[in-house]
Nanobody, 124 residues
């Protein structure tokens, strides 16, 4: 069982920035594709960004392109989501997820392990 722990959430004003981090003690971290999803109150959990095992390929949803950047440090077993120009509609619980395999998927069902989530609140 891969355990994922997110951190870095909080309250920020619109236009501000936050960096989310996700860590695991999993020894084979570099063998997992990593993703970030978010869930706003009353809404389905949605894809935000994902990164390949090496970090060479990333995908993100259109609403965050140009504002959010996903990255990873395999030596530290860390994946990050740098968020800039935050908007009130970015308010959600953000979840880190991991999947075995090579493909960088954007659908929730493709991910095998999930963190507990970290709250991001953007005030207007």
């Amino acid at each position: 069982q891969v355990q994922l722990v997110e951190s870095g959430g909080g309250l920020v004003q619109a236009g501000g920035s936050l960096r989310l981090s996700c860590t695991t003690s999993e020894r084979t971290f570099s063998s997992y594709v990593m993703g970030w999803f978010r869930q706003a109150p009353g809404k389905e959990r949605e894809f935000v960004a994902a990164i390949s095992r090496s970090g060479g390929t990333t995908k993100s949803t259109d609403s965050v392109k140009g504002r959010f950047t996903i990255s990873r440090d395999n030596a530290k077993n860390m994946v990050y989501l740098q968020m800039a120009s935050l908007k009130p509609e970015d308010t959600a619980v953000y979840y880190c997820a991991a999947r075995r395999g090579q493909e960088v998927h954007t659908t929730r069902r493709e991910y095998d392990y999930w963190g507990q989530g970290t709250q991001v609140t953007v005030s207007s």
